[in-house]
C-alpha cells in the first residue's frame, strides 16, 4: 500500500487480511454494502500488482464503460488516477478507449469497458490481459464475465478481481459462480479463490457521525437495508413501497404557491398514457396532478389517438403553467419529437431497481409528497410488488405500474436523492 493510501484510507483489520489473502490469490472477490471500502482495497490490490506485473495489457470494467472510469479510475479522488499521480493518461488502444501508466517496470495499458449484455465479451476477444478487474461485477452479463476468465488464462500473473453489492441469494453470480469456486477452496485450501464481505464497520475513513447519517437514509426493514447497511444477501419482495404512509407521504389539494413544475410522463398508445405534474414548493416535490389516458377499452378493442393528439391533451392538462421541462420514457421517440415543439424535453434515466429504490428514500427524508387528488397513483403505489416468481431476481409485477414509472421517472432523472445527499 502507498502512504497516501494508508493516510487517506487506512484499512481495517478484515480489509487487510482480504489484501493479505490476495497475494496468493489469483480470483479476489471484495462483496459488501454501502461505503464499505470494497473497491478502496481492490484498486489499492490491482495498482500494487500493476507496478511489478510481467504483462503489459490488462483489463478495468464495469456495468458500463463510463461506470468503470468512474467506480476504478476515478473513484471519487481514490482510484487508478490518485494512486499513480502523473504517471498516468486516457488514451486509445488500437482505437479502444483506455489509460496508459507508467509503473517501475515499464508502460502498462488498462483497456476498458463495460460487461452489460452478451456482446460485450465481442469487445475483448482475441486479446490475453495480465490482470482484470471488474466493478459491480454482478449486474455484468455471464458471458462477459466468463469471457473476461478466459482473456487471463495465459497471463504470467494471473489475477482477476471483482467487487458486487449483495443481491438475492439465488442470484446467478452466487449459484453458477461463487458456489463453484467455494467448494473448489473447500476440496483445496490452497486455491487461489479469495472471497470476503464488508459492511461500514470496515471503512475507517468514515466518522460515526457519517455511518450514522448513512445508516439513516434507508428504512430499516426494506430489502436495500439488509443489503446496503447490513451486507447481506436479501431477496426484494412483498410490496415495494412497504414503508409507504398515507398521513405521512400524503396531502391535501391545497394551493401552494409552486416555484417550478415539472412534468414525467410514462409514454403508451395501447398501454396506459401516465403523467405527472410536480411542484416545488418549500424544498419539497409535491404530486400536484395527474392525467391518464388508456389506448385499451372494454371487450380488448382499442382507442388509441394520435401522437400529437397525446401532446396536445398534454398541453391542455398543464393549463398554461410554466413548464421547466418533461422527463419521458426514453423509449417513447415518437412522442418525445412531437412534445419538443412545446417543452423542453428530457429523456429519463430509466434503471429500475435503482429509480426504485431512490423512491423509497425520497419517502423516507419526505423530498415527495402526493396531493390526495391523485388517486391512481395512489392506487398503484399501495398495489406496487416485486415478482416472487423471479427468484433470484429483483424485478417488478409488471401491471398497473404506468404512475410508477412516471414517478421513478422523475425522482431519478431530476437526482433529487443525490443533491439531498449532497447537502448532508
Not at 472471497?195 to 434507508?218: G, K, Y
Not at 447497511?229 to 391545497?254: C, M, P
Not at 416555484?259 to 411542484?279: C, P, Q
Request: proline content about 3%.
Amino acid at each position: 500500500m502507498t502512504n497516501t493510501f494508508k493516510e487517506l484510507c487506512p484499512f481495517s483489520p478484515k480489509q487487510r487480511l482480504y489484501a493479505e489473502r490476495a497475494e496468493k490469490a489469483w480470483f479476489n472477490v471484495a462483496e459488501g454494502g454501502k461505503r464499505s471500502g470494497k473497491n478502496i482495497i481492490n484498486i489499492d490490490i490491482f495498482c500494487n500488482e500493476l507496478e511489478t506485473h510481467p504483462n503489459e495489457l490488462h483489463f478495468i470494467a464495469g456495468y458500463t464503460s463510463g461506470t468503470a472510469g468512474a467506480i476504478i479510475y476515478k473513484s471519487d479522488g481514490l482510484g487508478i488516477e490518485h494512486y499513480f499521480g502523473g504517471r498516468c493518461r486516457a488514451g486509445k488502444y488500437e482505437d479502444k478507449p483506455c489509460y496508459y501508466i507508467e509503473t517501475a517496470t515499464g508502460r502498462k495499458v488498462l483497456l476498458r469497458s463495460g460487461g452489460k449484455d452478451v456482446r460485450s465479451q465481442d469487445f475483448i476477444a482475441g486479446y490475453t490481459f495480465g490482470m482484470a478487474y471488474i466493478t459491480e461485477a454482478n449486474r455484468c452479463h455471464p458471458k462477459f464475465i466468463d469471457e473476461v476468465f478466459s482473456r487471463t488464462f495465459s497471463s504470467k500473473r494471473r489475477k482477476v478481481f471483482h467487487d458486487i453489492n449483495p443481491k438475492s441469494p439465488n442470484h446467478w453470480y452466487y449459484k453458477d459462480m461463487l458456489e463453484w469456486y467455494e467448494q473448489k477452496k473447500e476440496a483445496d485450501p490452497d486455491y487461489g479463490y479469495n472471497h470476503m464481505s464488508f459492511t461500514m464497520a470496515d471503512n475507517l475513513s468514515m466518522t460515526d457521525e457519517q455511518i450514522r447519517e448513512v445508516i439513516e437514509s434507508v428504512p430499516k426493514g426494506t430489502a436495500f437495508y439488509i443489503r446496503d447497511i447490513l451486507g447481506q444477501r436479501k431477496q426484494a419482495e412483498g410490496l415495494v413501497y412497504s414503508k409507504f404512509n398515507y398521513d405521512l407521504h400524503t396531502v391535501l389539494a391545497e394551493p401552494r404557491a409552486y416555484s417550478k413544475y415539472i412534468l414525467s410522463v410514462d409514454w403508451g398508445m395501447r398501454n396506459k398514457f401516465a403523467v405527472i405534474l410536480w411542484g416545488l414548493f418549500d424544498n419539497v416535490w409535491y404530486a400536484v396532478r395527474e392525467y391518464g389516458y388508456s389506448g385499451r377499452i372494454a371487450g380488448g378493442a382499442e382507442d388509441t389517438k394520435e401522437v400529437t393528439e397525446y401532446v396536445n391533451d398534454v398541453v391542455k392538462f398543464v393549463n398554461g403553467l410554466k413548464i421547466e421541462r418533461l422527463i419521458c420514457d426514453p423509449s417513447a421517440t415518437p412522442f418525445i419529437t412531437s412534445a419538443r415543439k412545446h417543452f423542453t424535453v428530457q429523456k429519463a434515466d430509466n434503471s429500475v431497481m435503482e429509480g426504485i429504490q431512490d423512491v423509497i428514500t425520497a419517502f423516507h427524508h419526505g423530498l415527495i409528497k402526493i396531493n390526495r387528488c391523485c388517486k391512481e397513483l395512489l392506487q398503484e403505489i399501495e398495489s406496487y410488488a416485486f415478482d416472487d416468481k423471479k427468484d433470484g431476481e429483483d424485478a417488478v409485477v409488471k401491471e398497473n405500474d404506468h404512475y410508477m414509472d412516471s414517478k421513478r421517472y422523475f425522482v431519478r432523472t431530476t437526482k433529487i436523492v443525490a443533491a439531498f445527499k449532497a447537502k448532508k
